[in-house]
């Protein structure tokens, strides 16, 4: 194996799982999942069937990923945070061929404790804060905090809270890096 999977964890049949990624006490991967390289799968994580997390992807502790969901490289799903699959569920309604698809775009981070309703993207970059309730669509850069979530800002690819001058341009104080801000959408000039 080219992974490292701890003892106490569960590792279905038909799954993918690249090289460098670590898999912690008490978690299942179950059948048909794709991990990519160098992921992190904290303590006690569930992931569904037919997930896929891309490259560097670092999932902490108590985290449930069910089907339906899509990671790109690079995201963040802090402690206990929680994807849904199935927006009216009732446990007398079999709705297994129901789920609906939710995307977390490149470099995305999800707060500790967060809800990501199903059925959205969360675009690149974004950052969701500890708690917030994802109930629609996240932009690209944007910080949404709260229940339910509303945009409170922009954030950098660094983590850092962006801060527009006149002309719609910030920049990242960790990085240097210069943003752009036109018509409410957010991008990195190169």
């Known amino acids: 194996m080219e992974y490292y999977a701890h003892d106490s964890a569960i590792i279905d049949e038909g799954c993918t799982i690249g090289k460098g990624t670590k898999i912690w006490h008490f978690s299942h991967i179950m059948s048909d999942c794709i991990i990519g390289e160098n992921c992190n799968i ?27 969901v899509i990671c790109e490289d690079d995201v963040f799903l802090g402690p206990s945070m929680v994807f849904t699959n199935v927006v009216n569920p009732r446990s007398a309604v079999n709705r297994r061929g129901q789920y609906s698809e939710t995307i977390v775009r490149t470099g995305a981070s999800i707060g500790a404790n967060s809800t990501i309703v199903c059925g959205h993207e969360i675009g690149r970059f974004a950052f969701i804060g500890a708690g917030a ?6 932009p690209a850069y944007a910080l949404v905090i709260g229940n339910p979530a509303r945009q409170a800002g922009w954030m950098s690819e660094f983590g850092h ?3 527009f001058d006149g002309n719609g341009i910030a920049i990242c104080p960790e990085s240097g890096e210069n943003y752009k801000l036109l018509d409410n ?6």
């Open 161 to 163: 809270r962006l801060h």
């Open 42 to 68: 904290g303590q006690n994580v569930v992931v569904s069937p037919k997930v896929v997390l891309g490259n560097n992807v670092k999932v902490q502790n108590n985290v449930s990923i069910y089907s339906g």
């Open 133 to 138: 309730v994802v109930t629609k669509e996240v």
């Open 185 to 190: 959408v957010v991008s990195k000039i190169l």
